[in-house]
C-alpha cells in the first residue's frame, strides 16, 4: 500500500525531532532543520535522512565514514546535524538551508579524506553524507556508465565485471574508496600508464551549485566541468554522479607481487625499476619500500614490487627480463587473472571471492598520516642509499613509489586541473601509521614522518615543492575553517595545481562568488 506523507507531517516530525534535541543547541540549527522540509517533495520526505546527537543512530553514522582513528578522538570537532541524502533534493535542501542560514556543510561520500576534511570543521558545521546515494547504472553497448558519489570503488568494480569480463575503469585500488572524492581530486589508479587518471575518462557531471541548481555538463558548461575534474569538487559544489567512459581491458590480465631486502640487491633493483615509466603502457609496477627486520632481528630496508600488467605472463616476463633484469621475476612469480581478481589483488589474497569489494563497513584500526611528493629525474644508487639510510629512523611509514609516461606525459598538463603530466617519472606517498593512542605516539610518529620528508628535498619537484590533492596533506598549507585567504590559497593551490591554480579561482569566483563551498584547503574566489 502507498503511504502519502503530507508537508505538515514532515514539519511536525521535524519540530518533534528539534523538541528532543538538546537545549543548548544553537537557535541556527534548528531554523535549518524547520527549512530542509520546505525544499524537498512529500513524495521525498528528507525526515528518514536527518541525524542529530539526541538520535540513536547519529554515532554510529558518524564514524561509519571515518576510516583514521586519529579524527576518532573525543575532542575532534563533531557535527550539529548528518544529512544522509536519500535523494538528490536532500542535496539541494541542504545546501539552499544551509547558505540561507550561515550553516557551514562539509560534503563526505568515502570518508578517506586523509585530513577528515570532510567531516570536520572549527566552526558550526553540518555533514552533508552521500552514502546512500550509489547507484551504479552500466550502458555496455554504449561503454559508458553513470555512478553516484556515494558509491564505493569496489562497488563500481563489481558492477562493471558482472556486465563484462573485458571491460574496467582506471581508478584506486583501495575499494573502499568513495568514488566522490575520489574522482574529483584526479583518481590515481594501476591503469594509469594506459589509460590516465579517473579524471580523464569523465564525459559529464551532475553538480548542486551554491544555489541549489542540479547542473549537468551542459548547463554548467566547459569551465565548471574544467574544475571539478581534478580540481576538488567540494569547493565547487555537491558532485551528485559521474558519467564515466569504460575502458577495454584483457580477459586474462597478470599480476605478481615480490619482495627484495637490501641484501637481496633492493638498491640495484630500484635503480633498474626506474625505467619503467618508458616501458609497455600495459605495464604498472609499484615499488614500496618499508622497514623490515630480518632473522636476526636487525633493521633493514625491505623493497615490494606489485605488479598489473594487461596482457599475459610470457609477455611479461620478456619485457622485464631485457628492462629490469635483476628483478629476477619468474613463472611462478606471476597469477594470470580476470580483471576484477586483478582489483582484489592489491588489498585481499587471490582465490577471495569478490564481495569484499562490497564491503563498506571497513573498520578504523589505525591511525595515519600520508604525504606525498613528485620525482623528475632518476635518483642514483648513491640517492638511493642516502634515502634508506634515513628511512630506516622512521617508525611505521611505508613510501610508494609510482612509475608514471605512458599516457600521462600525452595529456597536457592544462587539460585538467591535475598538472603532473609529462615530464614527472614517479609519484611518492609517504604513508606513516601507528596504533598506540595519544598524544605521544601521534606527535613521535608525525615529527619522524616530517623528517622523512624534508630529507626527501634534494631528490624531488622544487619552486613548488609538487604534492597530490588525493593525498591530502595540511602541512603544506592551509586556511582557517571558515576563512579562505586567498594568499595563503595559492602556497597549497600552487603545490596541487601550478599553474592551474589562478584558473580554478577564476572559475570558484564565477560559479561560487560568495566562498559558500569551503575547507581548510578549497579554492578561494579569485582577488
Not at 7 to 20: F, G, K, M, Y
Not at 187 to 207: E, F, H, P, Q, T
Not at 422 to 430: D, E
Not at 495 to 508: D, E, H, P, T
Request: hydrophobic share 40%.
Amino acid at each position: 500500500m502507498k503511504v502519502s506523507i503530507s508537508i505538515t507531517q514532515i514539519v511536525l516530525s521535524v519540530l518533534l525531532l528539534l523538541c528532543s534535541a538538546p537545549t543548548s543547541y544553537p537557535l541556527v540549527l534548528e531554523n535549518f532543520l524547520k527549512c530542509l522540509p520546505n525544499h524537498v517533495h512529500a513524495s521525498n520526505p528528507i525526515f528518514g535522512a536527518i541525524y542529530t546527537p539526541s538520535n540513536s543512530s547519529f554515532q554510529s553514522v558518524l564514524v561509519a565514514y571515518i576510516k583514521n582513528r586519529r579524527f576518532l578522538t573525543s575532542d575532534t570537532p563533531k557535527p550539529l546535524a548528518i544529512i544522509a541524502a536519500l535523494h538528490e533534493s536532500h542535496v539541494q535542501a541542504t545546501v539552499i538551508c544551509a547558505k540561507f542560514h550561515s550553516l557551514q556543510i562539509r560534503i563526505r561520500s568515502g570518508g578517506h579524506d586523509f585530513e577528515g576534511l570532510s567531516y570536520i570543521s572549527d566552526v558550526p558545521f553540518v555533514i552533508l553524507d552521500l552514502f546512500n546515494l550509489r547507484s551504479i547504472d552500466i550502458d555496455i553497448d554504449a561503454e559508458t556508465a553513470w555512478v553516484q558519489s556515494g558509491a564505493i570503488l569496489g562497488e563500481l568494480y563489481y558492477a562493471i565485471a558482472k556486465k563484462s569480463k573485458v571491460h574496467g575503469f582506471p581508478a584506486g585500488v583501495c575499494p573502499s574508496v568513495g568514488v566522490g572524492g575520489h574522482f574529483s581530486g584526479g583518481g590515481y589508479g594501476n591503469m594509469i600508464r594506459k589509460y590516465g587518471l579517473s579524471v580523464d575518462n569523465v564525459i559529464d557531471a551532475k553538480l548542486v551549485d551554491f544555489n541549489g541548481k542540479i547542473l549537468n555538463r551542459k548547463s554548467m558548461g566547459e569551465d565548471l566541468f574544467w574544475a571539478i575534474r581534478g580540481g576538488g569538487g567540494a569547493s565547487f559544489g555537491v558532485i551528485l554522479s559521474w558519467k564515466i567512459k569504460l575502458v577495454r581491458v584483457p580477459e586474462k590480465v597478470t599480476v605478481f607481487l615480490v619482495d627484495r631486502t637490501l641484501a637481496e640487491g633492493a638498491t640495484e633493483i630500484v635503480y633498474q625499476w626506474q625505467v619503467t615509466n618508458k616501458l609497455d603502457k600495459e605495464l604498472f609496477i609499484r615499488a614500496q619500500p618499508e622497514v623490515h627486520r630480518n632473522v636476526k632481528d636487525e633493521k633493514t630496508v625491505r623493497v615490494t614490487f606489485i605488479g598489473l600488467f594487461l596482457g599475459n605472463t610470457e609477455k611479461l616476463l620478456s619485457l622485464l627480463k631485457k628492462s629490469i633484469p635483476k628483478l629476477g621475476l619468474k613463472q611462478e612469480d606471476c597469477k594470470e587473472v580476470s580483471w576484477l581478481e586483478s582489483a582484489i589483488f592489491w588489498n585481499i589474497p587471490l582465490g577471495t571471492p569478490p564481495s569484499p569489494l562490497l564491503n563498506r563497513s571497513i573498520q578504523p584500526d589505525l591511525f595515519f598520516k600520508s604525504k606525498s611528493d613528485y620525482v623528475k629525474k632518476m635518483f642514483s644508487k648513491q640517492d638511493l642509499e642516502n634515502i634508506w639510510k634515513q628511512f630506516l629512523k622512521t617508525e611505521g611509514m611505508i613510501m610508494q613509489w609510482n612509475p608514471y609516461g605512458g599516457r600521462m606525459k600525452e595529456i597536457s598538463a592544462s587539460e585538467t586541473p591535475f598538472p603532473h603530466r609529462a615530464g614527472y617519472l614517479i609519484k611518492i606517498h609517504y604513508f606513516t601509521l601507528w596504533f598506540t593512542e595519544g598524544t605521544e605516539a601521534k606527535d613521535r610518529h608525525i615529527r619522524l614522518a616530517r623528517e622523512m620528508y624534508d630529507s626527501m628535498a634534494p631528490y624531488v619537484s622544487k619552486n613548488p615543492r609538487e604534492a597530490f590533492l588525493n593525498y591530502r596533506d595540511l602541512d603544506i598549507g592551509r586556511n582557517p575553517s571558515n576563512e579562505t585567504n586567498f594568499q595563503e590559497a595559492q602556497v597549497y593551490g600552487s603545490k596541487y595545481f601550478k599553474g592551474n591554480f589562478i584558473r580554478l579561482a577564476a572559475v570558484k569566483k564565477r560559479f561560487d562568488p560568495e566562498n559558500f563551498f569551503k575547507n581548510e584547503q578549497s579554492i578561494p574566489p579569485l582577488n
